[in-house]
């Protein structure tokens, strides 16, 4: 009984098209979060959301936006997709101020 | 199934002396291990990694201790100071394809 879900698990597509990447949470936390991954197995959040607050890094550039229908669902949204977005990203959530919970990775590859 | 597994939610360690936290796995195809390490309010950072063909890597003063027959690694803290209260996870890859992370382990350093 997966915890945190992320779909899809690997996602290839051309540069210019839009994605989306979908993760599910059935822990019944409140804050959930994206992380980009890069080439030297670094984490760098790109937004934290509960039902009251959106924090977004801003560093993460505006083609990306979290998208959160309900509680248990952060969906992350990459308009006009580049090379370099190319990354593993994972979705977690939370509950306590330390515990966390993370997905399985999306792997996204732009060609 | 939890494959990758941190049994202590929390440690306390006096400053000074050595901390050592554990973890387990229980998928036989991993070959690359991490640890990482979390601040409130942050993302985790990569603190250090080991490969399979390997038993042991130090990184100033952090070890990480591999047990392939035990499917058991350990990170190994000396001497512990206060900047390494934090939470730290441990995560594991088959190959290049993905991280599965541990729940974490809160450690504690007490003056």
């Known amino acids: 009984d997966t915890a945190v879900s992320q779909t899809p698990k690997y996602l290839v597509t051309q540069m210019g098209n839009d994605k989306s990447i979908k993760c599910e949470q059935n822990?019944?936390?409140?804050?959930m979060y994206w992380y980009k991954q890069d080439s030297k197995k670094f984490l760098k959040i790109m937004f934290s959301?509960?039902?009251?607050?959106?924090?977004i890094n801003e560093t993460v550039p505006n083609r990306f936006s979290p998208k959160s229908p309900d509680k248990a669902h952060l969906n992350l949204h990459i308009n006009s997709l580049e090379l370099g977005d190319s990354a593993v990203y994972f979705c977690?959530?939370?509950?306590?101020?330390?515990?966390?919970?993370f997905g399985s990775g999306t792997r996204l590859t732009v060609v | 199934d939890q494959q990758v597994k941190q049994n202590s939610p929390s440690l306390s360690v006096q400053e000074g002396r050595i901390s050592i936290l554990n973890c387990d796995y229980t998928?036989?195809?991993?070959?690359?291990f991490l640890w990482y390490k979390k601040y409130p309010a942050e993302g985790p950072t990569f603190l250090i990694s080991?490969?399979?063909?390997?038993d042991k890597n130090e990184d100033g003063r952090f070890t990480v201790f591999l047990n392939k027959s035990a499917k058991h690694l350990s990170l190994h803290i000396v001497p512990s100071q206060p900047g390494d209260s934090a939470v730290y996870f441990c995560?594991?890859?088959?190959?290049?394809?993905?991280?599965?992370f541990g729940k974490g382990t809160h450690l504690i350093i007490q003056p």
């Open positions: 822990l019944g936390h409140d804050t």
């Open positions: 977690a959530s939370s509950q306590e101020y330390y515990g966390y919970t």
């Open positions: 998928n036989s195809m991993f070959d690359y």
């Open positions: 959301y509960n039902n009251k607050e959106l924090i």
């Open positions: 080991i490969s399979s063909i390997k």
């Open positions: 995560a594991a890859s088959p190959g290049a394809d993905g991280l599965t």
